[in-house]
């Protein structure tokens, strides 16, 4: 019997971001379940079990340092909804390289929304990573887990 060929899997940034971005809930104390469907309209339920509290988050992943596609009209404003922006960074065939992430709270994304190039349809915007990038944002954004679940004040 002939042996059929041994092909390495082509891996999907995607789906190993939904995850990454689920092992990081866990290590934080909260739950994260990954949803599954052709046409899902987020990527993850997280909730908190010491209060209750759930958020939706909407997982983008890049591999290089160009833009994360987010088209605005899909864009799903909720208190408790966020986009969690994975990159990395030119680092994707190192295993042992973490990715870069930003949690940015849905209510603040449109502000980062840009057109995809300048003959892009109107509807084709992203977020640049080199927008992104920057002293300003990182320190707002870059490992912001506190803002899914901020401390209540009493």
């Known amino acids: 019997m002939a042996e059929l060929p041994v092909r390495k899997p082509r891996a999907s940034s995607g789906l190993a971001s939904e ?42 992943s890049l591999k290089g340092k160009t833009n994360w596609p987010i088209r605005a009209r ?22 042992d390289a973490a990715p870069r992430v930003w949690v940015i709270p849905s209510a603040k994304i449109g502000a980062l929304l840009k057109p995809w190039s300048r003959a892009a349809k109107p509807e084709d915007t992203c977020v640049p990573y080199r927008d992104l990038n920057t002293p300003k944002l990182n320190a707002r954004y870059e490992n912001a887990w506190h803002l899914l679940f901020p401390t209540r004040r009493r």
Do not use: C
Not at 20 to 26: A, D, F, G, P, R
Not at 35 to 55: F, I, Q, S, V
Not at 74 to 94: C, I, P, Q
């Open 74 to 95: 899909s864009v799903m404003t909720a208190k408790n909804h966020f986009y969690v922006l994975v990159g990395y960074e030119d680092r994707w065939e190192r295993p």
């Open 19 to 60: 995850f990454y971005v689920t092992y990081q809930l866990y290590r934080r104390g909260y739950v994260g379940v990954v949803t599954y469907g052709n046409a899902k309209a987020l990527d993850l339920l997280a909730a908190n079990p010491e209060d209750n509290r759930t958020a939706t988050i909407e997982v983008k």
